[in-house]
T-cell receptor, first 119, second 114 residues
Framework: AQTVTQSQPEMSVQEAETVTLSCTYDTSESDYYLFWYKQPPSRQMILVIRQEAYKQQNATENRFSVNFQKAAKSFSLKISDSQLGDAAMYFCAYRSGNAGGTSYGKLTFGQGTILTVHP | KAGVTQTPRYLIKTRGQQVTLSCSPISGHRSVSWYQQTPGQGLQFLFEYFSETQRNKGNFPGRFSGRQFSNSRSEMNVSTLELGDSALYLC?????????????FGPGTRLTVT
């Protein structure tokens, strides 16, 4: 079974600064997808960024980028120029790309990291 | 395009009762997944439905069940409620099943069991 670990329960950052959230995962599969989701106080889960395992290039979405280290099974999220609206719980998630497997279709989440942004 | 909607948003039930939660996916989406979120266990996968068929099921007791209708709307049912079932229940829809298809989440249903 796949597992996702976020070792930082809480992180804080000053507005306009950069912060990196850590995530490691364990899998024996070669075809999978990794995601970072944001959950603000409203509880609505919002997709921040996704990474396909077969792609060597790190994904980037505006101020959000990832550092995907496949061999190390590490998938960190970097938020640049942090804004007050970035304050939320951030979840790292794994999804199998292997059709028919018992884990197919489901997202496996880490425990989350609460990000506080100070003005 | 309207997002994923879940009803009701809040629900209070008593131990032993049963409850039905509803999820309406984004128009055109045929896959619906359900997740349970609690402070202790975090986010856990319940099940996924695609074209009215359950494609995958998480490690939950048989008290948790679901179904999907021909219009892709989905319901989940929890029978014989226990205190530990108190949680935020999230549903997510995607165009089809498969990791390549992004999941869009609804706002959740907050269930409190007393």
């Amino acid at each position: 079974a796949q597992t996702v670990t976020q070792s930082q329960p809480e992180m804080s950052v000053q507005e306009a600064e950069t912060v990196t959230l850590s995530c490691t995962y364990d899998t024996s599969e070669s075809d999978y997808y990794l995601f970072w989701y944001k959950q603000p106080p409203s509880r609505q889960m919002i997709l921040v960024i996704r990474q396909e395992a077969y792609k060597q290039q790190n994904a980037t979405e505006n101020r959000f980028s990832v550092n995907f280290q496949k061999a190390a099974k590490s998938f960190s999220l970097k938020i640049s120029d942090s804004q007050l609206g970035d304050a939320a719980m951030y979840f790292c998630a794994y999804r199998s790309g292997n059709a028919g497997g018992t884990s197919y279709g489901k997202l496996t989440f880490g425990q989350g990291t609460i990000l506080t942004v100070h003005p | 395009k309207a997002g994923v909607t879940q009803t009701p948003r809040y629900l209070i039930k008593t131990r032993g009762q049963q409850v039905t939660l509803s999820c309406s996916p984004i128009s055109g989406h045929r896959s619906v997944s359900w997740y349970q979120q609690t402070p202790g266990q975090g986010l856990q996968f319940l099940f996924e439905y695609f074209s009215e068929t359950q494609r995958n099921k998480g490690n939950f007791p048989g008290r948790f069940s679901g179904r999907q209708f021909s219009n892709s709307r989905s319901e989940m049912n929890v029978s014989t409620l226990e205190l530990g079932d108190s949680a935020l229940y999230l549903c997510a829809s995607s165009l089809r099943t498969g990791a390549v298809f992004e999941q869009y989440f609804g706002p959740g249903t907050r269930l409190t069991v007393t």
